[in-house]
C-alpha cells in the first residue's frame, strides 16, 4: 500500500471534522478561562486522530466484509477502496486493530491523569466509533447517522478538549457542557450536513445495500431542506455564543462564509450527484472550519 492509496483508507481529506472541533475546544478554554494544558492536549490529538482514522478504515473494511450478494460485490469491487485496490483485508484489520489499540493506551494513560469522566466520554466515542458501521445494524445506516457522526465528532470531542484542559478547575457543570455544546453546534451541524449530503447522493445505492437512512424516511426534497436548515442553527449558534461571551466578539466575522457556504448549498439543491456535488458539502465544512477558527483566534489577540 502506497501513501497515496493510505491516505485514501483513512479518508484523509475528511479528518478536518476531527480537527476542528478540537480546535473550538482549545479556543473556548483560552477565551474563557485564560489556561491551556498543552502536554494533554496533545497527546489526546495522537489518541483521537488515531482512532478517527481507525473508525475510516473500519468504515471501508466493514462495507467490504458485508458485501456478498452479487451487486454488493460489484460495488466493492469498483468502488470500495479495498476491492478497487486489491488491497490485503486481513492486513486492513490489522492496521486498523494497531491505531485503535495505541488510541486507547493513550486514553487509560490520560485517564489515569485526568479521572473517570473521561473513561465515561472516551467509552462513548469508541462505541459509536464502532457501531457507525459495524455491528448487527451499522449506525451509518439508519436515521439517526447523522446525529451520531454530529454530536460525536463536533460535541464530543470538543467536550473532552474542555475536560482535559479544566479538569483541575471547579468549572465542570452541566451549565458550561450546555455552553460547549452551544459553542460546538457550528461544527456538529456542518459535520452532520456532509453526511446528510452524502446519503442524499448515495440514496438509491444505500437502498440497494438495505441502508435506511434518514433521506429514506423523509424524501429528498425534506432532506434537502434539512441539510440547508442544519447551517442555518450552526450559525445561530455561533451568534448566540457570541452573545453570551463565550467567544470572541471577532467570531461573527465567520457570518461572511455564509455567502460561499450558501452558494454551494444552492447548487446541492440543484444537483445532488456524489462524484460532482458532493464535494460541495465538503467545501462547506471547510469553509467554516477556516473561518471560525481563524476568526475566533484572531479574537484572543
Known amino acids: 500500500m502506497n501513501l497515496k492509496v493510505f491516505l485514501e483508507l483513512v479518508e484523509i481529506k475528511a479528518k478536518i471534522a476531527s480537527v476542528w472541533p478540537f480546535l473550538l475546544g482549545l479556543i473556548f478554554v483560552f477565551h474563557n478561562y485564560g489556561h491551556l494544558n498543552g502536554g494533554i492536549s496533545l497527546l ?19 462495507d467490504y466484509t458485508k458485501a456478498d450478494d452479487n451487486q454488493a460485490a460489484e460495488w466493492k469491487k469498483h468502488t470500495n477502496i479495498i476491492g478497487v485496490h486489491h488491497l490485503n483485508v486481513h492486513g486492513i484489520f490489522a492496521l486498523m486493530a494497531s491505531f485503535t489499540v495505541v488510541a486507547a493506551l493513550i486514553g487509560l494513560y490520560l485517564v489515569w491523569l485526568t479521572g473517570w469522566p ?32 454530529g454530536f460525536t465528532m ?23 457542557w450546555g455552553r460547549v455544546l452551544l459553542a460546538s453546534g457550528v461544527a456538529v451541524t456542518a459535520i452532520a450536513a456532509l453526511l446528510l449530503a452524502n446519503n442524499i447522493c448515495d ?47 471577532w467570531s461573527l466575522l465567520a457570518l461572511v462564509s455564509a455567502v460561499p457556504v450558501g452558494k454551494n448549498i444552492r447548487a446541492f439543491f440543484k444537483v445532488q450527484v456524489k462524484k460532482e456535488t458532493f464535494i460541495l458539502a465538503v467545501r462547506n465544512l471547510g469553509l467554516l472550519a477556516v473561518f471560525t477558527v481563524v476568526c475566533e483566534a484572531i479574537g484572543l489577540l
Request: a negative charge; hydrophobic letters at 55%; charged letters at 10%.
Open 203 to 249: 440514496a438509491q445505492e444505500d437502498l440497494d445495500l438495505n441502508r435506511t437512512t434518514i433521506v429514506y424516511f423523509i424524501g429528498k426534497q425534506r432532506a434537502l431542506w434539512l441539510f440547508a436548515g442544519f447551517y442555518v442553527v450552526g450559525y445561530l449558534s455561533l451568534i448566540v455564543s457570541v452573545l453570551i461571551g463565550d467567544l470572541p466578539v
Open 154 to 176: 463536533g460535541f464530543m470531542i470538543m467536550a473532552i478538549t474542555v475536560y482535559l484542559n479544566l479538569y483541575q478547575t471547579n468549572v465542570l457543570t452541566w451549565t458550561l
Open 118 to 149: 473521561l473513561l465515561v466520554m472516551g467509552i462513548f466515542c469508541f462505541l459509536v466509533g464502532y457501531l457507525y458501521a459495524g455491528g448487527p445494524k451499522p449506525l451509518s445506516g439508519t436515521p439517526t447517522g447523522e446525529f451520531f457522526a
Open 44 to 62: 489526546f490529538f495522537i489518541a483521537m486522530f488515531l482512532f478517527n482514522m481507525a473508525v475510516d478504515i473500519n468504515d471501508n473494511y466493514q
